[in-house]
Every structure is written in structure tokens, then in C-alpha cells.
């Protein structure tokens, strides 16, 4: 439904069509700049911004720095003050001007637009709260990485998590994403595999469970290192035969990965998370590896120790890097670089993104100022999405910690919970996954409520809990709304949306919190873009969550005799379950509608 609001000049950078607010903002500048002349109207709309307790924008004036008093240039806006259809009224408080929209077309332009683009968007799906500000350009994002034979720790969680989020705003706005999964599958570790498989090695476990068996594999075969120097001289040499591409040691590694890769996707698909392409270390060429050397040893920038080749960044406070062992075999570093080439040859991104720890920091910072020394113009196009480490994670009993140890506990706690509540418990269709998707919500909000940088505490009570700002009480705020459909039957099909009569929304405060608050999603998408940051999303979808939660007694729809407004106030609920649903997703949670 076409809006019903007078037209307005345009701004850059603005999409009314996908951001209704920008609509209000629009007019609330226009306003400022006719008052205050030589001001532009694309400069008075920088800055109106959304205000704080209860108002809805506002501008400070010094900001504008215009001649004149605050108070005379405020005289100016307000005296020609009439009410419209986009600002009820504007206050004058110091420096600032705050300006209270329009509830009733506030609330209905807001309302429109979540409907016509969750159920009528031109690409077919869901779009509210998309927009289109990466369109025609490439990014490759490079998350969760695991060692193969290693346990899927608890640091893999946060950069899959992380990952998986960027993953999905990158696509919400309008970018070409590649997600890979950059797997540890190649290095000293499978010389120790391979030398312990032939002493602890099982065929009928690596079948079971391949990333298991082969970590214990390891565990034991590295306690047999402690005491037999020759254990670790034996695995240098079976790993020198995999990279000099001898068959026969590369026959069992083909099998491990490739059962490994299986295991991999079945666990991430219970996270809600796919890869478009799996690749790894052992599928860096050996071409750009030697490249790399030969042209840093030009540049004078490389030094010899003990055999071994290191890239001196002393220069740039990055101290030295290995970028070859003594006996020639290749490192980490050298397969990076290499790596980033090919990408570029094969993608030709316009952005990488790395999603490791802040642990790695100068690892990457060497690995970017390596390529950018090599003289490759698209060196500054790769970024690091780093973040802090998680404390304490363990599962109840203090084990150490495999990833489906932790979904396994997470799961069954839920499922304690939810058995206590009888009627509800046996109206679930499936309670074994619900339960499962309620823990792995607890997970993933825990993780990304605050900035990513900040190390994190996992604390099981406070992330299984449905008090306070938890994973379940979000997807508990999701399935109340759910449910209004199915208690209102009476009330089904609503009538089209130019039919809903809004009005009596207008005079309700939680209506209109409401409101701006589901407007604002587009804004808190675009947020995220900048800072690269799920916090603002979660942050979000909690404040929806209790705006709603304080409108239930008060917007009642059960039982209202009021036809029209049972109707309005049900919609507003639709609208607010689809937008909290359409966050939950770009968080890479899947939104319940039972449990």
C-alpha cells in the first residue's frame, strides 16, 4: 500500500521506500533548513538524530555551526511552528530541539511498510530491514576455521558465530557474499596422526566419529612424544612425504579430511550455519608460497636463522616471522599469504573479511602488511573481524569441552525445564528439537549481547534462564506473538491493510514505543554494517521484546469488543513477531513458533 503522505524533496543517501523514519527525519530537516538559511537540506539531515527518553528526534544546534545564539536560531524553527502530517509538536531545551512525530501516521506508515515488504517484497522475500547499499560488490568472509583431528573448541564457536552473523547482514545489504571455511588440514599434526593411527587407529571409529577418533588419536600419540624424542622426528618426515605430494601419505589424510568435512556439516547445520565452499591449507598452491619469498628476499626483508627463513617487520613493530622451517616445509604464515592471492585471483573481492581472535592480532597485521609490502593494490580491501576470548566454558561437571558436548547439556537442561510445564510440554510437536534450538539460542545470545572485543564469562544459569536478557526469553517473546494468530481465530484473514483502521493505536504510548521501535530496525541493520557488530542487533530485539511484553495488559486483543481495535492491535503484534523474527534470523538463530 502506497504511502499517504505528501511527497518531499529527496536527500542522498536516503531510502524512504525501505526506511520510513527517513520519511519523518526528511521533513523534520526541511523544517530546519527553511528556518535557518544558507543551511542545506542534506546538511540539517545529518543531523537529526533519534532522540533519548521519550522523544523521538532530535538536533543540536551548535552542531550546525551557524551565527547566532542556540536560543535565537531556535526562535527561528519554533515560531513558524505548525503542526503537520510528520511533527505533532517541537520543544526548545538549551542547544537541542526535539521534535515528537505523528502518532497516527507514524504507526500506520511504519505498520504499511513492515507488510508490504515481509509479504510483498519485490525480490519475493522478506525485506524489511534490507537495503541495497552493497549492491554489485563482492565480499569473501573467511569464519570458523577448525583444525581437523582437533577438538571443535569453544574459540571455533565464537568465530562461527560471529561469522555467521556477518554472513547474513552482508547479504541483508545487498553485497555478493562467499563464506568459507578455512580448515586446519595440513601441517605437523597429521605427521603425528599418521604416525599414531598405525598404533591407535581404528577404521570402524574413524567411521563413527571422525573428528573424535582422530583428536584421541592425537592425544595419545602426543603423550608417546613426551617420553620418545623419535615420535616427533617420525612425524616431521611423514608430513615432509605429504608436502613433497608422496601418494602413499597422503592416502589416509584424503580419508580423514573428507570424513572430518562430513561431521563438520552435520554439526553446523544444527547451528543454522552453512559454508559455500570448504577449502583448507592443504589446497594453497605451492606457486605463490615461493613467490612470496623470492619477492620479500628482493625487497631485503628477508634473513636467514638456522636454515629457516624469516620476513623482518621490525621497521613496522611487527617484530619477525617464520616463513619457512629448516627442513623447508611450509608454515601457516607463507600459506595465508598465498592463500590471499589465489582468492583474489579466483573472487576478485572488493572486501575479505578474517573473523579470528584478537589473539591473532599480530598474525594478521604481519600476514596484510606482507601483501601490501608485495605491492598488491587489493592488499587494503582485507579486514580483521577480531574478538575475545570466552572464560570458563566447560560443560556442568568441568570436562573439557568438545562443541556437541555443549549443545548436548544445553539441550537436555532445556528439556528439564520445559518438562514442567505439562499442557505446554505435551502440545510441542517435537520437543527434543525445540529444546535443542532454545539451548543453541542461549549460546549464541550469550556470545554476541556485548561488543565482541570483550572477553565473556559462559555462565550456564544466566544463558539457560527465561529472566532477564537471555537467549530464551527471546525466543519465549517470539512464540507469545506466534500465538496471537492461533488465540484469535475469529479475528482471521485481517482485512487488507488500507481497510485496518489505526486510529485507536494513536492514543496508546506502548503502541507507539512500539512503533518507532519497528521502524527503527532498518537503522540498527545499517548500524551493524558499520560496526560490524551483532551486539546492536541483539540489543535491539531485546528492547522490541520488552516494549511488547509491557503492551500486553494494556493492548488487549482477546476478548476486546471492539472489532476495529482487536483488529489494529492484533496486526501490530503480526508485524512486531515478523520483524523480532526477521533479527533473530540475521542472527543466524532460527525464531520458534511453539514450545
Not at 526548545?92 to 505498520?111: G, M, P, S, T, Y
Not at 544445553?410 to 510440554?425: F, G, I, L
Given at each position: 500500500m502506497a504511502s499517504s503522505l505528501p511527497s518531499l524533496p529527496h536527500v542522498h543517501g536516503t531510502d524512504?521506500?525501505?526506511?520510513?523514519?527517513?520519511?519523518?527525519?526528511?521533513?523534520?530537516?526541511?523544517?530546519?533548513?527553511?528556518?535557518?538559511?544558507?543551511?542545506?537540506?542534506?546538511?540539517?539531515?545529518?543531523?537529526?538524530?533519534?532522540?533519548?527518553?521519550?522523544?523521538?528526534?532530535?538536533?543540536a544546534l551548535p552542531r550546525f555551526r551557524l551565527p547566532g545564539k542556540p536560543d535565537e536560531l531556535a526562535a527561528k524553527v519554533v515560531s513558524s511552528f505548525q503542526p503537520d502530517d510528520f511533527?505533532?509538536?517541537?520543544?526548545?531545551?538549551?542547544?537541542?530541539?526535539?521534535?515528537?512525530?505523528?502518532?497516527?501516521?507514524?504507526?500506520?506508515?511504519?505498520?504499511?511498510?513492515?507488510?508490504?515488504?515481509?509479504?510483498h517484497s519485490p525480490t519475493g522475500k522478506p525485506s524489511y530491514g534490507t537495503n541495497t547499499s552493497g549492491a554489485g560488490k563482492k565480499v569473501v568472509i573467511e569464519f570458523s576455521s577448525p583444525n581437523i583431528a582437533k577438538s571443535f573448541h569453544v574459540g571455533h564457536l565464537r568465530s562461527t558465530i560471529i561469522g555467521a552473523f556477518l554472513v547474513n547482514l552482508y547479504k541483508a545489504c545487498g553485497w555478493d557474499v562467499t563464506s568459507l571455511?578455512?580448515?586446519?588440514?595440513?601441517?605437523?599434526?597429521?605427521?603425528?596422526?599418521?604416525?599414531?593411527?598405525?598404533?591407535?587407529?581404528?577404521?570402524?571409529?574413524?567411521?563413527?566419529?571422525?573428528?573424535?577418533?582422530?583428536?584421541?588419536?592425537?592425544?595419545?600419540?602426543?603423550?608417546?612424544?613426551?617420553?620418545?624424542?623419535?615420535?616427533?622426528v617420525e612425524a616431521a618426515q611423514f608430513f615432509k612425504?605429504?608436502?613433497?605430494?608422496?601418494?602413499?601419505?597422503?592416502?589416509?589424510?584424503?580419508?580423514?579430511?573428507?570424513?572430518?568435512?562430513?561431521?563438520?556439516?552435520?554439526?553446523?547445520?544444527?547451528?543454522?550455519?552453512?559454508?559455500?565452499?570448504?577449502?583448507?591449507?592443504?589446497?594453497?598452491?605451492?606457486?605463490?608460497?615461493?613467490?612470496?619469498?623470492?619477492?620479500?628476499?628482493?625487497?631485503?626483508?628477508?634473513?636467514?636463522?638456522?636454515g629457516a627463513k624469516l620476513v623482518d617487520l621490525e621497521k613496522w613493530k611487527m617484530g619477525k616471522a617464520v616463513l619457512r622451517k629448516a627442513d623447508g616445509t611450509s608454515i601457516y604464515l607463507t600459506r595465508d599469504i598465498a592463500g590471499a592471492i589465489e582468492r583474489y585471483e579466483r573472487y576478485q573481492f572488493d572486501r575479505m573479511i578474517y573473523v579470528v581472535a584478537s589473539q591473532q592480532d599480530l598474525h594478521l597485521s604481519q600476514f596484510f602488511k606482507i601483501l601490501h609490502l608485495m605491492g598488491f593494490p587489493w592488499a587494503n580491501?582485507?579486514?580483521?573481524?577480531n574478538y575475545g576470548l570466552v572464560l570458563g566454558m566447560s560443560t556442568r561437571k568441568g570436562t573439557a569441552v568438545f562443541l556437541?558436548?555443549?549443545?548436548?547439556?544445553?539441550?537436555?537442561?532445556?528439556?528439564?525445564?520445559?518438562?514442567?510445564?505439562?499442557?505446554?510440554?505435551?502440545?510441542?510437536?517435537?520437543?527434543e528439537t525445540v529444546s535443542q534450538e532454545v539451548g543453541i539460542t542461549g549460546i549464541k545470545i550469550q556470545d554476541m549481547a556485548a561488543k565482541r572485543i570483550n572477553n565473556y564469562t559462559f555462565n550456564w544459569d544466566r544463558m539457560l534462564s527465561f529472566e532477564g536478557d537471555t537467549g530464551p526469553y527471546l525466543q519465549y517473546a517470539h512464540v507469545r506473538l506466534t500465538s496471537m494468530e492461533r488465540k484469535n481465530p475469529e479475528l482471521l484473514p485481517l482485512p487488507p491493510p488500507s481497510q485496518i483502521d489505526t486510529s485507536s493505536l494513536a492514543e496508546s504510548t506502548?503502541?507507539?514505543?512500539?512503533?518507532?521501535?519497528?521502524?527503527?530496525?532498518?537503522?540498527?541493520?545499517?548500524?551493524?554494517?558499520?560496526?560490524?557488530?551483532?551486539?546492536?542487533?541483539?540489543?535491539?530485539?531485546?528492547?522490541?521484546?520488552?516494549?511488547?511484553?509491557?503492551?500486553?495488559?494494556?493492548?488487549?486483543?482477546?476478548?476486546?469488543?471492539?472489532?476495529?481495535?482487536?483488529?489494529?492491535?492484533?496486526?501490530?503484534?503480526?508485524?512486531?513477531?515478523?520483524?523480532?523474527?526477521?533479527?533473530?534470523?540475521?542472527?543466524?538463530?532460527?525464531?520458534?513458533?511453539?514450545?
Open positions: 524512504p521506500s525501505s526506511c520510513v523514519l527517513d520519511t519523518f527525519r526528511i521533513a523534520i530537516a526541511k523544517r530546519v533548513s527553511d528556518a535557518l538559511p544558507p543551511l542545506t537540506l542534506d546538511q540539517a539531515y545529518a543531523g537529526v538524530d533519534y532522540g533519548k527518553k521519550g522523544v523521538d528526534f532530535t538536533v511533527v505533532a509538536s517541537i520543544t526548545h531545551d538549551k542547544q537541542f530541539l526535539h521534535f515528537q512525530l505523528n502518532n497516527a501516521n507514524l504507526i500506520r506508515e511504519v505498520l504499511n511498510q513492515i507488510h508490504t515488504l515481509t509479504y571455511n578455512y580448515l586446519g588440514d595440513w601441517g605437523t599434526q597429521f605427521g603425528m596422526i599418521a604416525v599414531g593411527f598405525e598404533k591407535y587407529g581404528s577404521r570402524e571409529e574413524l567411521q563413527k566419529d571422525a573428528i573424535k577418533h582422530l583428536y584421541d588419536v592425537y592425544v595419545k600419540v602426543s603423550r608417546d612424544a613426551e617420553s620418545d624424542p623419535n615420535v616427533k612425504r605429504m608436502e613433497d605430494g608422496d601418494e602413499s601419505a597422503l592416502v589416509n589424510w584424503r580419508v580423514w579430511r573428507e570424513l572430518s568435512i562430513k561431521k563438520y556439516i552435520e554439526e553446523y547445520d544444527r547451528l543454522n550455519i552453512s559454508f559455500d565452499r570448504y577449502t583448507g591449507e592443504s589446497e594453497v598452491g605451492k606457486k605463490w608460497q615461493d613467490k612470496a619469498l623470492e619477492q620479500l628476499d628482493k625487497l631485503g626483508l628477508i634473513t636467514d636463522a638456522n580491501r582485507l579486514e580483521h573481524v556437541d558436548q555443549i549443545i548436548k547439556e544445553a539441550s537436555s537442561v532445556m528439556h528439564e525445564q520445559m518438562k514442567r510445564n505439562e499442557d505446554k510440554y505435551n502440545a510441542i510437536e517435537d520437543p506502548h503502541a507507539r514505543d512500539i512503533a518507532i521501535l519497528l521502524g527503527s530496525y532498518p537503522d540498527v541493520v545499517k548500524t551493524a554494517m558499520k560496526t560490524q557488530e551483532p551486539s546492536g542487533v541483539v540489543t535491539f530485539a531485546f528492547r522490541l521484546s520488552h516494549a511488547i511484553s509491557s503492551a500486553w495488559e494494556t493492548l488487549v486483543v482477546k476478548g476486546e469488543k471492539d472489532l476495529d481495535k482487536a483488529r489494529a492491535r492484533l496486526w501490530l503484534y503480526i508485524c512486531a513477531r515478523d520483524v523480532l523474527g526477521a533479527a533473530m534470523r540475521l542472527l543466524s538463530i532460527r525464531p520458534l513458533e511453539r514450545m
